[in-house]
């Protein structure tokens, strides 16, 4: 099973997510940004939904460190955010957020994008691996 971290400081936000995705994905959920890095960096993260507005450090910021480090910067971030100017999305985006889902989120909107990145997770590996094989 692909295993999928929410990072929110919302509880009530990420039970949503959690509730939506957890038939088909092993959910961890981190409440602040620092423990979503620690849990990012332990590996084996299909794909990371990343609220932006945080206390401390917000979402910006760490998926510019996700991106900066060897070990995250291959697994795809979803920003899930309140924040719907295009400022924002656009900041995201070029930060390296492979989509930007504005809240409220729509259940069936989320579950089709999260299965839409996970799918290309999964094949991206899987050419990577066959690339390494002789």
């Known amino acids: 099973m692909e295993k999928i971290l929410i990072v929110d400081d919302s509880a009530l936000q990420a039970a949503q997510l959690k509730a939506i995705l957890e038939d088909e994905y092993d959910i961890t959920v981190a409440q602040t940004a620092e423990e979503g890095l620690r849990l990012a ?39 899930i955010t309140s924040l719907s100017d295009v400022e924002s999305e656009e900041r995201g985006l070029l930060l390296g957020a492979v989509d930007y889902i504005t809240k409220p989120f729509h259940p069936l909107i989320v579950r089709a994008r999260v299965n839409t990145h996970v799918k290309l997770y999964q094949y991206r590996r899987q050419v990577e691996q066959q690339s390494m094989t002789d």
Do not use: Y
């Open 41 to 79: 960096v332990a590996g084996g993260l299909s794909l990371i939904l990343l609220d932006v507005v945080m206390p401390g450090m917000d979402g910006f910021t760490l998926l510019k460190k996700l991106q900066e480090d060897i070990d995250t910067r291959s697994v795809p971030v979803i920003l």
